[in-house]
């Protein structure tokens, strides 16, 4: 009877729980004027479009993935290899500046840092006598990805929608009004690249043709063509050279296509206006409402899979720049979930298989010359884009990263060789759509040459969330030839026992007691990417059956590697030697990899290294760019500290500017470093969920990370290693109440949750004992840390949990609730 009870009071959750369509929405009541970082952002992974919602001057700021300055490239330095060993003794002897200075002499490139994401131009929409509007209103609502603006004049009410398709690869837009003949305006481009070719076409066409730039001695060669064609319900059409206009329509529908002539990073032999073409033709003739309704069943089979309620109160009610401004001070709960699945809406919007991966602003870029380039910061950025993949039921939208990795795998190869005479394949801080994996920007930065061993985990990851062994087969190359680069390029130290990452760094952070100088061996982050590297090259040797030699190799160098170190602060010490000061505010904690994205530190495993890690949190402090607060999300989630990860949150979700010192958030939701990146989206969602469900620590952990704030709620959707999906959960007062898991590939489910649970139905849930038996959640064992003598590091006081087993069958679904 208590279980029938139970079962009943979770359908009643159900129906009090659940996202509404409101919750899921962006909505202002002023246009965007001139300000990017007002626009709403639209795009299927290879175009994307900024809508501003202006009334006389509609502006869709448009991108398309592959516009990115220069063509294929190198940028290696053969002159590093005489300068290695060098360089490397003076890092020994403790000569750390002129170790950089070397560096930056004979390392760094002396050819191009990288190339530049660039715009297309704009869509421009011209209405005459609109500027006296009445009862403005536009929204994304990102439940169906599409975008609306409305206004009243004149007593007409006129509405824009637009959507950028995912199934046909166009964007749409579509202008009507409630009364007839009422729809009047001026269509033309604008590029700001120095020799755009804007014409019409004839047949309601236009067409912006353009290159893009040359940029550091290499010279642009991507050509890019945009169409764009109407068709108007009634009404009258005409064009000049370079625009067109239509006259008193009932409505109209305007499509942009854009294609270039990229076809990888090595080939640009496409014929760009003849792609575009076939993607506009292939649209054109449809419906409209036919367009939208592909457009949306595609979205949502993507975006449904996962739903999440924290509740509401009556601040979502409040257009969302005021919720923004508010957010500090109120209690708006709904804010939390829009935020989360706002991050997984730019995913979707930004990424999509067999396009370009997500870069440092998505897919969304205004300028020639964007920060950073706009490229692919491999020291951080470009992983945190897709830690929401796995982890949000997007797996699929993982491969366009995937898939560069792949392609650094053999572009890095000749870097490897060339500059540091080793075997296998490794990539510096960053890369750019020609996949250059040589050093850029200066020692400081550019020396660290862990992106290769960064982004080749992520290959790992999605085996371990999917269990597919085929594409383990066809990425064990990859994993292989970054465990190759470090076994050559290890060495050992003179004054420690360890084999050594030499020259390293902690990215982008220098300690005082190394003269200012970031050059170092043996870095804290170093090692723990080396320990990552080799162990998932011989446990996907041993699954793949090949390669056994080699795995033994790597399993003697991976025990010669330096052991994390607890220093005299009661720190995780983030270099060899212990100068860390807890009055660095750093916004990079890199040494914190092994704590999150990694799992080498443990509330269970590795307690004092897990302290030690709080105490590297809090001597870092709360407030930094925009991405880095993102990242804190990600591990006081796994500190177990759903409060101060709620602390971050709200951080994070601080109007820019009000901050001192750090990021926080723009009108649009956008991150701000500042100035805009998307990183910091995509971290804050996957340290949402982070707080909701864990499965890197040897079993799936619900509710680890639940604030004071979020107390009750539903989830639905969300994924853990070895593909078992929380097809629903709830939880009230923190505990939870009932949760429902599919198995997809079978084996042991290790469940760890805050309170006591049965089963209802199938199967036998026991008390866990011993090793999980299920093979991805192996964790290799974490050596024991040396501790300063000057150190009274203590482990934490855990909240209980309860640990269970559960054997499972292939395709079967589960049931757990709180046992009474």
């Known amino acids: 009877m208590k279980r029938f009870l139970s079962l009943g009071l979770f359908f009643i959750g159900m129906s009090i729980f659940g996202q509404q369509p409101d919750d899921l929405k962006l909505w202002y009541d002023e246009p965007s004027g001139d300000i990017w970082e007002n626009a709403l952002p639209l795009g299927n992974g290879r175009i994307g479009a900024m809508v501003y919602g202006n009334v006389t001057k509609e ?93 009243i004049l004149d007593g007409v009410t006129y509405t824009r929608e637009a959507f950028v398709s995912l199934t046909d690869r166009v964007l749409v837009i579509k202008l009507s009004a409630d009364a007839p003949g009422k729809i009047s305006f001026t269509a033309n481009f604008t590029s700001p690249h120095s020799e755009p070719e804007i014409e019409t076409n004839g047949h309601n066409q236009l067409s912006l043709w353009g290159r893009t730039s040359d940029h550091e001695g290499v010279e642009g060669k991507v050509a890019f063509n945009a169409l764009m064609k109407l068709k108007t319900e009634n009404g009258l059409t005409s064009q000049t050279v370079s625009s067109i206009k239509v006259e008193n329509a009932d409505s109209a529908i305007l499509m942009v296509s854009i294609a270039s002539n990229f076809n990888s990073y090595k080939d640009l032999s496409a014929d760009e206006t003849q792609r575009a073409k076939v993607y506009l033709d292939a649209a054109f003739d449809k419906d409209y409402e036919v367009l939208k309704a592909d457009h949306t069943n595609k979205y949502q089979s993507l975006f449904n899979r996962v739903i999440l309620d924290f509740g509401t ?19 708006d709960p709904a804010f939390v979930g829009l935020y989360f699945q706002y991050g997984r809406y730019l995913l979707i919007s930004s990424s ?32 945190m884009n897709y830690w929401p993949a796995e982890r949000t039921n997007l797996s699929e939208l993982h491969e366009p990263f995937l898939t560069m990795v792949q392609e650094l795998s053999e572009t890095g190869r000749e870097t490897a060789k060339v500059m540091y005479g080793a075997k296998g394949w490794m990539a510096h801080h960053n890369t750019d759509i020609w996949r250059i994996t040589g050093p850029i920007d200066g020692a400081f930065w550019g020396i660290w040459n862990g992106g290769g061993g960064w982004t080749s985990q992520h290959l790992w990851e999605h085996y371990l969330y999917t269990g597919d062994t085929s594409f383990l087969q066809s990425i064990y190359p990859a994993l292989k030839g970054a465990a190759e680069f470090y076994a050559d390029f290890l060495v050992q130290h003179p004054n420690y026992p360890y084999l050594v990452v030499a020259p390293g760094n902690s990215p982008e952070n220098a300690p005082e007691a190394h003269q200012g100088s970031s050059i170092t061996a043996g870095s804290t982050m170093d090692n723990q990417l080396v320990f990552d590297v080799f162990s998932t090259a011989i446990k996907a040797s041993e699954i793949l059956e090949k390669d056994g030699a080699f795995a033994d190799s790597l399993n003697v160098l991976r025990n010669q590697l330096p052991p994390m170190q607890i220093g005299k602060n009661n720190q995780l010490q983030e270099w060899l030697d212990d100068v860390d000061s807890p009055e660095d505010h750093h916004r990079h904690v890199s040494h914190l990899y092994g704590l999150f994205p990694s799992n080498q530190i ?27 607060m993102g990242w804190k999300v990600n591990w006081w989630a796994k500190m177990q500290d759903g409060n101060h990860a709620y602390k971050l949150i709200k951080d994070q979700l601080t109007p820019v500017g009000i901050n001192q010192g750090g990021g926080g958030t723009y009108n649009n939701l956008f991150d701000a470093h500042p100035p805009f990146q998307i990183d910091g989206n995509f971290g804050c969602t996957s340290g949402i969920a982070e707080m909701l469900l864990q499965s890197s620590d040897g079993a799936v952990h619900l509710l680890p990370a639940i604030p004071d704030a979020l107390n009750s709620g539903y989830v639905g959707g969300l994924k853990a290693r070895g593909d078992f999906e929380l097809v629903s959960m709830e939880w009230k007062d923190k505990k939870l109440v009932i949760a429902t898991i599919q198995s997809h590939l079978g084996g042991n489910l290790r469940i760890r949750v805050p309170n006591e649970v049965t089963l209802i139905g199938q199967g036998t849930l026991k008390k866990a004992v011993g090793k999980n038996t299920n093979v991805f959640f192996e964790v290799p064992k974490t050596a024991d840390p040396i501790i300063s003598k000057e150190s009274n590091i203590k482990p934490l006081d855990l909240g209980d949990t309860y640990l269970y087993d559960l054997a499972t069958q292939k395709g079967k679904i589960y049931t757990l609730i709180r046992k009474n």
């Not at 396009?355 to 020291?379: E, V």
Request: glycine share 6%; hydrophobic share 30%.
């Open 313 to 331: 109160t009556d601040e979502a009610k409040i257009p969302t720049d005021e919720r923004l401004a508010n957010f500090r001070t109120t209690n």
């Open 59 to 151: 502006i869709f700021q448009l991108n398309e993935h592959t516009v990115w300055s220069g063509s294929p490239n190198r940028n290696d330095n053969p002159d590093a290899l005489k300068a290695l060993p060098e360089v490397r003794q003076l890092i020994f002897n403790g000569e750390y500046k002129a170790a950089e200075q070397l560096a930056d002499k004979m390392i760094i490139t002396k050819k191009s840092h990288g190339q530049m994401f660039q715009p297309v131009g704009n869509l421009e929409l011209l209405f005459q006598n609109h500027a006296n509007y009445q009862d403005y209103y536009r929204e994304l609502d990102i439940g169906k990805a599409i975008s609306k603006t409305t206004y």
């Open 602 to 628: 443990s509330p269970y495993r590795t307690p004092e290294l897990f302290a030690a890690s709080k105490n590297t949190l809090l001597q870092r402090g709360d407030v930094s760019t925009g991405w880095s």
């Open 352 to 383: 999509q298989p067999g396009g370009q991966p997500a870069n440092l602003q998505g897919i969304w870029n205004r300028s020639m010359k964007p920060a950073w380039d706009s490229k692919y910061t491999i020291n951080i950025n470009a992983e």
